[in-house]
C-alpha cells in the first residue's frame, strides 16, 4: 500500500488526508499461528511534510479472527493502531535513523501496517475475560458444556494415592537400582 506525496514535496508545512482501505499482510501470532484479518484494513491520517521529512499520523483499524488462549476456539477482535512516523527520502542527507525510507515520490506503507498490526496481537488472548475452557480432564469445552469431572475436590490421601500410581510400576529399573 502507497501513498503518494507529490503536491506536498517543496511544499513546507503542507499536509494532505488519506483514507483508505488496504489488503491485510500475512500475520503471524505470537504462537507461530497464522492470523487472518476480517475485511481490509482502515487507515486514516495525515502527511505532512515538516521540512526535514514527511510526517505520518493517523491510526489503523482492523479485525481480527484470533486462537482463544483458553478454549482454542476463534474468536473476533477489533483492533485501532496509532501510526506515528517519520518518513525521508532514502539518501536525505539529514535524516534521523530511526525514519523510515522511502523512494520516488511514493510512502510505501505496507511495514508500518505489518508492524503496527502485530504489536497489537495479545500474548495470550481470549475469546472473553470469563472464558471458562477447556476441562483439563475430558477436554470439553467448558463454555458451551458442563462436565461432571471433579478436579479439586480430591481427597488429600487419595491423591498421594494417584501419585503412586503415576509412577511407572514394577520398578521399571531405568537407573538398575530397585
Ligand atoms: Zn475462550
Ligand atoms: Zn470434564
Redesign the pocket.
Known sequence: MKISIVGLENQLGATIPFDFLAPSPRLIGPSGEEIKAIGPIHLQGTITNTGSCYHLDGKLEAKLELCCARCLERYQLSVRVPLDENYAKSGAPDAEEDWRRFQGDEIVLDETIEEGLNLSLPLRGLCDNNCQG???????N?NLEK???K?ESLDPRLAVLGELLKEPLGGGGKNGST
Do not use: H
Not at 477447556?134 to 470439553?140: D, F, H, R, S, Y
Open positions: 477447556l476441562c483439563p480432564i475430558c477436554g470439553k467448558r462436565c461432571n469431572c478436579e
